[in-house]
């Protein structure tokens, strides 16, 4: 039986922290051994917000497919690639916008959300507009059954599935319609506890060395309430606590009882979390020393991605010119 195909993408925005691999690469992870993947560096996204400052373009792919292959994406089970080197992509995303009517764009609530908040750039451009169609270009050209993703994408996937029905029923049947898989996700908040951010400058970076966490986890915020040691504590309404949850299975309930019962202190109790997160990030950590002693290997899987992906997306491109009645010379 063949498997299911799924695909999914991230913006080279800079380095990935834990917030992004509990919200997302985990499940990634996991869905390799048993789907056929495709997961895209969606650098032509990134330009849609970020066109103005590209200096750090070049190296946030390369930085991000670091990230993944350390975090475990596997490259000789999926199939990892950079969009912009898919130009099939492109070519999808021109004819799909033939038929995408402007209110569909217009409407989708991202698109009316971003407007607000990302006021001090001008992104009122014909390429944010269509950063939708852009994304349907991306899972229709791949024909993915599945794509996984969290739960602010899901208006896109609802967009790229009418797009899909709007070319099928003028063209024939051609795309399958891409089904959301909503992402597992383990809650973990930032350092500070607001959501874990870039923005906020309150993350673990996936990149972060052993001390690096050391340090930022004492710098985490706990019970204010809590002065002297013996203060009975609220670990509810505390980030280490919260990060417990995630990262110290066994003795979650002991640290919650002594919290509770002011028998340990903040400072103990932070140690014990940064050995715990320290321990479960080093098989990344040593991954990814391993995978910047050579360069040359990321470039080396970044091509074998992009030529992979290439010939589903020819394929695919071809048999869109034929249904469109497009004359294919070569
Ligand atoms: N818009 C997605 C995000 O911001 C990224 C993305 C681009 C994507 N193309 C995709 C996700 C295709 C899934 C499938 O997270
Ligand atoms: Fe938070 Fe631990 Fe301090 Fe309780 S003891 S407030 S859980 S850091």
């Known amino acids: 039986m063949t498997r299911q195909r799924i695909m999914s993408g991230m913006r080279p925005t800079g380095y990935l922290h834990l917030g992004n691999y509990f919200g997302a690469l985990e499940n990634w992870v996991k869905l390799q051994n048993d789907y056929d993947c495709f ?3 969606v650098d032509w996204h990134a330009l849609t917000t970020g066109y103005e400052e590209t200096k750090d373009l070049k190296d946030n792919i390369i930085n991000i497919a670091v990230d993944w292959i350390s975090a475990g994406l596997d490259p000789e089970k999926s199939t990892i690639f950079v969009q912009s080197a898919v130009k099939e992509i492109a070519d999808l995303h021109l004819l799909l916008s ?3 009517p402007l209110s569909w764009l217009e409407r989708c ?7 607000q908040q990302l006021k001090e750039k001008n992104i009122t451009t014909y390429g944010f507009l269509g950063y939708p169609n852009l994304q349907a270009a991306d899972i229709l050209i791949h024909k993915a059954d599945i794509v996984p993703v969290g739960e602010d994408q899901l208006p896109h996937l609802e967009l790229a599935r009418e797009i899909a029905r709007r070319f099928n029923h003028m063209y024939g049947q051609t795309f399958p319609e891409p089904q959301a898989k909503m992402n597992q996700i383990k809650l973990l908040p930032g350092l500070d506890g607001r959501k874990m951010s870039k923005s906020y400058d309150n993350t673990i970076a996936l990149s972060d060395s052993p001390d690096a966490i050391r340090d930022k986890v004492k710098t985490m915020i706990t019970d204010p309430q ?3 040691k013996t203060d009975p504590g609220n670990p509810n309404i505390c980030s280490v606590y919260a990060f417990h949850k995630v990262f110290s299975e066994g003795i979650v309930k002991e640290v919650e009882e002594n919290c509770k019962a002011g028998t340990i202190g903040c400072v103990q109790c932070k140690k014990l979390l940064a050995e715990n997160i320290v321990t479960y990030m080093a098989p990344m950590y040593e991954k990814r020393i391993k995978l910047l002693e050579d360069k040359g290997k990321i470039i080396d899987i970044l091509k074998t991605g992009n030529a992979a992906a290439r010939v589903i997306a020819k394929q695919t491109i071809s048999e869109v010119y034929e249904k469109m009645n497009m004359l294919e010379l070569e």
């Open 109 to 115: 609530p991202t698109y009316k959300d971003q407007l």
């Open 39 to 41: 997961f895209s560096i």
């Open 98 to 100: 033939m038929i995408v």
């Open 226 to 228: 809590r002065i002297k």
